[in-house]
């Protein structure tokens, strides 16, 4: 798989963490720049630790499947995190906007935490598709930092206006990409 898809996969991921602190960003009083970027160093972090255990996973498990098999693990992971992104986008119809007094950087954590859980899979589903680890980490760490870094000056000014179009956009991209991988590296190989 090459960079550009790499990256596409990541960008649709990681729009899952820009809903999230959109949203958050809508709600926060006070959102300066150094708050900023201390929430996006916590979710970039979180994330490469994550991409760090998916690729640990993923030593274990390579070697006893065929490489077409691993390959269609990897794009049922990514399809199926794209269906989820997708459904969770569309049952979010309204979104109330009152103010979070008791955001912090623990409670960022938490959040991060939660999203990092799909970071993991998809390290596991890179690592079948032959991407270095070090590609998945600056990839996750660059696309997170930059996604959840503009989630959190979107939702600061604009509010929680995008929410339900941004989830779905990264859930399609997903799926296509997802399905365009299966076709070709594995139905046209």
């Known amino acids: 798989m090459g960079l550009f898809q ?25 959102l300066t720049i ?9 979710f970039s972090i ?16 390579k070697g006893i499947m065929s490489d077409s098999f691993e390959v269609s693990i990897a794009c049922l992971i990514i399809l199926s995190m794209g269906i989820f992104l997708i459904t969770s986008a569309y049952k979010k119809t309204n979104i109330v906007e009152r103010l979070d007094k008791d955001f912090n950087e ?5 959040l991060a935490l939660g999203t990092s859980i799909d970071t993991l899979f998809l390290s596991v589903g890179f690592s079948f598709l032959g991407i270095s680890l070090a590609r ?25 206006v995008y929410t339900r179009a941004v989830g779905m956009s990264g859930g399609a991209l997903m799926i296509i990409l997802s399905l365009y991988l299966y076709v070709v590296k594995v139905m046209l190989k």
């Open 6 to 30: 790499a990256l596409l996969i990541i960008i649709g991921l990681s729009l899952d963490s820009f809903v999230l602190m959109m949203n958050k960003g809508a709600v926060v009083r006070n």
């Open 46 to 61: 979180t994330d490469v630790v994550a991409v760090c255990i998916g690729y640990g996973i993923s030593y274990f498990l």
């Open 106 to 110: 623990k409670n960022c954590f938490r």
């Open 136 to 160: 998945g980490v600056y990839l996750t760490f660059i696309v997170t930092f930059i996604s959840v870094l503009a989630a959190l000056r979107v939702g600061y000014t604009e509010g929680s």
């Open 34 to 42: 150094r708050k900023s970027l201390i929430y996006t160093l916590i």
